[in-house]
């Protein structure tokens, strides 16, 4: 049977990153470790297939190992089996690169459409802590969770607004690194002129109250889906279309241009 792959959670770090990307990659895979148990196996990703570290059950080491050979793990992928799964291997894979960050499953999302909508609820409400747990590391500004759909967000809200030409680059991760001064800027422009306060009551109107919570460090999380994973409540990408015209609207109304596009390309 085919593997079709979800993107569980992403981000595209490399267009804002400041830290080093392999060390924060790490405290990712501790924030896993800590919910999904051992690693079962790390491996850099010009690694041949039956090298790297297998059953791993200690952050120390896994640190110890790609810290000592930062070269071979330029590009590396971590391991995971879903602990509650006893029947079949349910993989989670964490993917560490200087253009982004994902974490990947491999059934389509299988795990969490089971028959008892109760399962799939509480699954749904598992990841959303794993989720918000990830996306709480000081140096991640913005995650995603699920990518066919776009079904949560968590950062600042300033990367909710995503003008077509910046972001057809951010997300190409051939040229994610080479936009950090674009979206420095753009991220810069939006905190000056767009109130947190204002996105959320926009975010709150048309999503639900129960939808979109303040965080940590400036952050919000924005969930557009309803209850259960794989039921959305909105086409996101139509939203952020909308959002983006909207903040466009709310801020020519205060004589104030954010995407200057001859700039960006």
Same mark, same amino acid.
């Given at each position: 049977?085919?593997?079709? %792959? ?33 690693? %079962? ?63 990947? %499953? ?17 699954? #749904? ?16 500004? %913005? ?7 776009? #079904? ?43 109130? #947190? ?44 279309? #909308? ?23």
């Amino acid at each position: 049977m085919e593997e079709i %792959e979800r993107w569980l959670m992403y981000s595209f770090w490399g267009s804002y990153l400041k830290e080093d990307y392999i060390q924060v990659g790490l405290d990712v895979a501790e924030i896993l470790m800590k919910h999904w148990g051992q690693v %079962e196996w790390l491996r850099g990703f010009a690694f041949s297939y039956d090298e790297g570290l297998k059953d791993v059950d200690s952050i120390n080491i896994v640190r110890k190992e790609v810290l000592s050979d930062r070269d071979r793990y330029e590009l590396y992928d971590v391991t995971f089996f879903n602990p509650t799964m006893t029947d079949e291997i349910y993989v989670n894979r964490l993917y560490v690169n200087d253009g982004m960050l994902r974490v990947e %499953e491999y059934d389509d999302l299988k795990y969490f459409q089971t028959d008892d909508p109760a399962v799939n609820e509480r699954r #749904t409400q598992e990841l959303l802590v794993v989720f918000t747990d990830v996306a709480s590391v000081p140096a991640i500004q %913005e995650l995603w969770m699920v990518n066919h759909d776009r #079904t949560a967000f968590m950062g600042h809200p300033a990367y909710l607004y995503r003008p077509r030409p910046l972001y057809e680059r951010v997300e190409d991760t051939l040229y994610t690194p080479k936009t950090k001064d674009e979206v420095a800027r753009l991220v810069e422009e939006f905190k000056a002129h767009v109130p #947190t306060e204002w996105v959320i009551d926009y975010l709150q109107d048309r999503l639900g109250a129960d939808a979109v919570q303040k965080m940590a460090d400036g952050k919000i999380r924005v969930r557009f889906y309803d209850r259960v994973l794989t039921r959305s409540k909105v086409n996101t990408r139509e939203f952020l279309c #909308t959002f983006e015209k909207d903040v466009d609207q709310f801020c020519r109304e205060k004589g104030v241009k954010l995407y200057k596009g001859e700039g960006f390309y």
